[in-house]
Every structure is written in C-alpha cells, then in structure tokens.
C-alpha cells in the first residue's frame, strides 16, 4: 500500500500570509494526487487534482506542484475563509490513502 | 447536477453489522466509480474501498475482512456493509464519486 505522510499536522498563520502543505508518498505516484478542502461539519471539497490542476471554481491563491514521491500545496494571500483543514490523496492505485491531514489555524 | 445522498442507521450496537446505503443522481453506476471514505470524531479521512463502473471492488486491507460494498444499479444506490462493529468505528461515513462529488455523510455512533 501507498503511505501518505502530510506535514505539518497543525499550521497557524494570519491573514495575508501564504502558506505551504506536503505530502510525500511512499513510493513514485506518477502526479496522481489530489488535494481537498474540509470545513468542520463539511464534506471534503475537491481544490486540486493530477497535482497541479486547479478545480472549477478555486480561486488562483491556491496552487499544486510536485512529482514523483513529493508534492506541495500552497495558499497565496490567506483569506478568512482558507482556515480550515487540508487533505492530500493518492490517485493512483488502490488503496486511495489520505495523508493525515493539516489543520490551518488563524493566528 | 450530480447528486449523493447517504442514508442508514444513527446508532449501531458493539459487534452488530452496519448497513449504509448511497442513492446517487445525476449519473449512472456503470460509468462511474462510487467510493465510501469516513471520518472520525475530530479525526482524519479514511478511505474505505470502491466499487467500479464494472461492478468490481477494492477495500482498504485493514477493513476487508469486515467490510463489503456493492450496488443496485436499477435503483441506483450503492451499499456499505460492515460487520463486527468496534466502538472505534464511530465516525461519519461518507460516500463519494470522487474526486469531485461528495455527500454530506451520515454519522454513525457504535454504542451499547
């Protein structure tokens, strides 16, 4: 099976800030990961897929990179509404593991 | 639009069988993979297995010897069963047509 590690666990940072998340897998995930959006009591939202691909409706501060076994999510501009908590997924083959997940607090 | 809706019990007993079921719209099961994910209390996402356009599955291994999911496509509904309940399978347990579409999931608290 695919491990996901995701760091940090837990972020605090103001408004106006950018910030970055990785997911490093255990092996090479050839680009397949995606990147959601929970809010508490919310279904995971869909922010990026195929690492670096910007789903429908996300707002430009958010950006994916990475290949291979590494990859990274980063907030441009942090507004009110970013502060919440962020997952990655590995795409490519079953099981679908998450990483851990990021809580991005306010400072 | 796409719709999922997940539906069962709030409330199971310690070593009983949970049975959930998905009613999807918008689009049909044989094109399309339907996945089950939940989420405990204050915890992480936590994949649980797949069903595939085809009708095939695949499961987290430290839940396939509990865990079964399949599906009635005339009805369009998609099903989770687990057996062997734990207390530390409370959680909510959402379905999804990932990575896009999800429900709103159901929280199901294991308790005697």
């Known amino acids: 099976d695919i491990q996901m590690t995701q760091s940090p666990t837990s972020l605090a940072a103001s408004v106006g800030e950018s910030v970055t998340i990785t997911c490093l897998a255990s092996?090479?995930?050839?680009?397949?990961l995606v990147w959601y959006q929970q809010k508490p009591g919310k279904s995971p939202q869909l922010l990026i897929y195929?690492?670096?691909i910007l789903e429908d409706g996300i707002p430009s501060r958010f950006s994916g990179s990475g290949s291979d076994t590494q990859y990274s999510l980063k907030i441009n501009s942090l507004q009110p509404e970013d502060f919440a908590s962020y997952y990655c997924?590995?795409?490519?083959?079953?099981?679908?593991?998450f990483g851990s997940g990021t809580k991005l607090e306010i400072k | 639009q796409v719709q999922l809706k997940e539906s069962g019990p709030g409330l199971v007993k310690p070593s009983e069988t949970l049975s959930l079921t998905c009613t999807v719209s918008?689009?049909?099961?044989?094109?399309?993979?339907v996945s089950w994910v939940r989420q405990p209390p204050g915890k992480g996402l936590e994949w649980m297995g797949v069903?595939?356009?085809?009708?095939?599955?695949a499961y987290n291994s430290a839940l396939k010897s509990r865990l079964s999911i399949s599906r009635d496509t005339s009805k369009s509904q998609v099903f989770l069963k687990m057996s062997s309940l734990k207390t530390e399978d409370t959680a909510t347990y959402y379905c999804?047509?990932?990575?896009?579409?999800w429900g709103q999931g159901v929280m199901v608290t294991v308790s005697s």
């Open positions: 918008g689009f049909s099961l044989t094109s399309y993979h």
């Open positions: 069903i595939w356009g085809d009708g095939s599955t």
């Open positions: 999804a047509r990932a990575p896009r579409d």
């Open positions: 195929g690492a670096t």
């Open positions: 092996e090479d995930i050839y680009g397949s």
């Open positions: 997924q590995n795409g490519l083959s079953t099981p679908l593991t």
